[in-house]
């Protein structure tokens, strides 16, 4: 009779040296060691109970124990061989996995330091990350973009070690809290209403302002329209950049590289047990349009112009003055390394997570987690039946926690033979460990062909896609600070987004409606306080409680779980998904769930798995429990508040408005708030005639 009795990931992609150390080093007390190809087997020929006669036809009771490689990521397990237990083989097993730990720690490689001015980047990192290095060389720009890469994983770093004593970079320079800075001259009046930093969701929202009379600046850091990431959407959600009239419909559809037909999501199960499985869960309008990002944001930017926008790409910022009337604005400009200064009513900040001003905002908790992400689009090369570019992947595992990680991959078909894909994972920001996008890519590029099938050498590549993609343990919506006196953060760099979709882009999207509302009722109003602004965020209370779900999926730096866990959690709750209606996970995906379909989808879910809540728990903790249970309240409390007044308080506000806002626009603008909190912040969204 054959039994699985042990099954551990050894964080270590060398799995020929955890094999040999298993068949040389490793020291027993019980049982003969004969080595196998690999891996040992441990006979015991005494090791059944003296007094029970053993046919001289039984065989001998054996543990076999053997490694494999999958995710550049190695694992064990132990079958006993064998109709009942062996003495002491739980002793045997317990120092098994005690020697394993001590022999192949965790280990976090940290990017080297390097010098590029006698060197080029990929000589610099080829020692390193070899299969990076090799990739990035075939991309047409590889080595500008393998700068970035480095760039943004040293910026990330930063943040995450220093978030106590941030860098500097908002000053009140009327002397208020903040260190009083250098720009604190005033102007007669500030040259634009509204300067926007950070040009890829940043001119999306600045194109909308500028068509609506606003004199907006946006500032970019990259030549401007450069991605390093695709975006996807469904038609229901871009529909509200049409209604602000951003877009016509017939731009819309031009701007469409593939629209799919069905999206997969299946995790990794082979090692759950049969109630652990799960079917595919089809989500047909869940990112099934994938965009020309570039077309997109070229576009915005055209509007922007037309609109009497202006564009200063390949500027970075350097630090903001708060004036009582006016925000002073320091930049560089990196073609000729030369400084400038410029002023407006109202700073913007849509740098993302690399945005210097949300980590001094929120200090150590500017982000609770953070999804690495690399990718790539592929032109072609794929052989012909690998993938049907009428259906996507929205997400999908195919191995067991890897190296401390639960890697997921992501797959977007594009226009023609293009295939969009990313592989990331949730994980906690840990000073000691703060998740790196290098590592990620020489993971990409190792195991994609255990992913989908292929010859890398034959793939064209067209750019890289990364990132890192941030998200905030909300426990009510004044949790997080994404505004200061005169500025306010969006997109990533306010941190507010879906646990599941995970994108600044889909977030801003969904909510563009309400954050255009909010911020040119402010304008208009001189509403441009911390107090004011701190309103303006894309705040919903029904997805507050879902961040306990992607603490779920991210495991605790330095802490080994049984490597099937996630994907046990994942496919409980994608089952349950799989087993309802395709309205259900349509709407909880897209954040429009209620709190009567969350609490019936939570129920469902103990009553297959008893363990989840243990489960999350043990890798949560006591304290984020805690603060969950705040989240779940704050969420119970505003779905009673909406259900009270969402039938009447929306027209009442409307109809108050004349008289309101006129005499009181502060009122008014909490009033307005107010109306989207308990619409749009419960994932309902109402569109308002203000609009």
């Known amino acids: 009779m054959t039994r699985e009795i042990l099954y551990v990931e050894i964080p270590n992609p060398d799995t020929n040296a955890v094999c040999t150390w298993l068949q040389k080093d490793w020291q027993h007390e019980q049982g003969t060691k004969i080595i196998t190809p690999n891996g040992i087997r441990l006979q015991f020929e005494t090791a059944l109970n003296r007094h029970t006669p053993i046919s001289s036809a039984a065989p001998i009771p054996e543990l076999s124990i053997f490694v494999w490689s999958v995710q550049r990521t190695t694992y064990l397990k132990a079958f006993r061989w064998a109709d009942r237990t062996i003495p002491g083989e739980r002793q045997i097993l317990q120092k098994l996995t005690t020697d394993l730990r001590r022999q192949f720690p965790y280990h976090y490689p940290e990017p080297p330091v390097i010098d590029l001015s006698n060197q080029s980047i990929f000589d610099a990192l080829a020692p390193y990350y070899p299969q990076t290095v090799h990739f990035f060389q075939k991309m047409p720009k590889g080595e500008y973009d393998l700068n970035r890469v480095y760039w943004w994983e040293k910026r990330w770093r930063e943040g995450v070690r220093n978030p106590q004593q941030p860098k500097q970079v908002v000053c009140d320079a009327t002397g208020g809290e903040r260190e009083r800075g250098r720009g604190g001259e005033q102007k007669d009046s500030p040259t634009y209403d509204l300067i926007y930093i950070g040009g890829a969701l940043g001119v999306i929202h600045a194109a909308v302002m500028a068509q609506r009379g606003y004199r907006v600046l946006l500032v970019e850091r990259l030549p401007f329209g450069r991605m390093n990431r695709e975006w996807n959407i469904s038609r229901e959600e871009f529909q509200s950049l049409i209604n602000l009239g951003l877009f016509t419909p017939t731009e819309f559809e031009s701007i469409i590289a593939r629209e799919y037909i069905d999206g997969f999501n299946k995790f990794f199960d082979s090692n759950n047990p049969p109630h652990l499985k799960a079917a595919i869960l089809h989500t047909p309008t869940v990112l099934n349009v994938a965009l020309d990002s570039e077309k997109l944001l070229q576009m915005c930017g055209e509007k922007l112009r037309k609109a009497g926008g202006e564009i200063w790409d390949e500027t970075e910022f350097i630090r903001a003055d708060i004036a009582a009337e006016q925000v002073v604005v320091s930049l560089q400009h990196l073609p000729t390394q030369s400084n400038q200064q410029v002023s407006g009513r109202l700073l913007v900040d849509a740098m993302g997570t690399a945005s210097p001003i949300a980590w001094q905002l929120n200090g150590s908790r500017a982000f609770d987690s953070v999804c690495p992400t690399v990718g790539a ?101 004044s949790d997080r600070t994404v505004a200061f006196d005169r500025l306010i953060a969006i997109g990533d760099a306010a941190s507010l987004q879906s646990p599941l979709i995970f994108t600044g882009f889909g977030s801003l999207v969904r909510n563009l409606e309400r954050l255009t509302d909010l911020l040119d009722t402010a304008l208009r109003h001189n509403l441009l306080t911390a107090n004011d602004l701190n309103q303006i965020r894309a705040y919903q209370s029904n997805i507050s409680v879902t961040w306990l779900f992607s603490k779920g999926m991210m495991v605790p730096t330095g802490y080994h779980l049984p490597p099937q866990r996630i994907n046990a959690m994942l496919n409980t709750f994608f089952g349950l998904l799989a087993d309802e209606s395709p309205e259900v996970a349509d709407n909880f995906i897209k954040d429009r769930f209620n709190w009567l379909t969350f609490n019936r989808l939570a129920l469902k879910a103990a009553r297959r798995n008893p363990n989840l809540l243990l489960w999350i728990l043990e890798m949560a903790g006591v304290k984020d429990m805690l603060r969950w249970l705040g989240s779940y309240w704050s969420f119970t409390l505003y779905a009673l508040v909406s259900w009270l007044l969402k039938g009447w308080f929306p027209n009442w506000v409307e109809g108050v408005k004349p008289w309101v806002e006129k005499r009181y626009p502060a009122l008014w603008l909490r009033l307005l708030a107010q109306r989207y909190a308990i619409t749009a912040g419960m994932g309902h969204p109402k569109r308002c005639s203000s609009v």
């Open 377 to 477: 689009a592929i032109a072609s090369g794929f052989e012909p039946g690998v993938w049907d570019s009428d259906y996507g992947d929205v997400l999908n595992s195919h191995g067991d926690i890897s190296r401390g990680r639960q890697l997921i991959w992501e797959l977007f078909p594009g226009e023609g033979d293009e295939l969009t894909i990313y592989l990331f994972h949730y994980h906690q920001v840990n000073p000691e460990n703060p998740g790196s996008l290098l590592e990620m890519y020489e993971d990409f590029f190792t195991i994609l062909p255990e992913y989908r099938r292929c010859d890398m050498e034959k793939l064209v590549w067209k750019k890289p896609t990364f990132g890192y993609i941030p998200g905030h343990f909300t426990v009510g919506s």
